[in-house]
């Protein structure tokens, strides 16, 4: 599904303009950005938890070279689905 379909669906459940939607859409995912920016979690009771993950700095191997490179530590965003939200799934 794309974000466009995504806001049709939102504006035809919540009774929104698909305009309005689509500020609810964005306004969403800036603040859950802006959140885990912060290193806050966001968590949806039922659907799911937000949340930042620390990447340990490791090696691994240029598959064109062969050659070992030090791949840097990071952060990386992570969803866990919610017992709700996987029930709704299976």
């Known amino acids: ?3 466009a379909e995504f806001v ?3 504006a035809a459940k919540s009774g ?4 309005d939607a689509a500020g609810v859409c964005d ?3 800036e603040a859950i950005t ?3 920016k912060a290193g806050e979690e966001v968590q949806f009771t039922g659907f799911g938890k937000f949340y930042v993950q620390a990447r340990d700095a490791r090696e691994g191997i240029n598959p064109q ?3 070992k490179i030090t791949i840097a530590a990071s952060k990386v965003p992570k969803f866990s689905a919610g017992t ?3 029930n709704a799934v299976k």
Do not use: R
């Open 16 to 19: 929104l303009t698909k305009k």
């Open 65 to 67: 070279t062969k050659a």
């Open 1 to 3: 599904m794309t974000k």
């Open 8 to 10: 049709d669906k939102l």
């Open 27 to 29: 306004a969403f995912v």
């Open 84 to 86: 709700a939200l996987k």
């Open 34 to 36: 802006e959140a885990l």
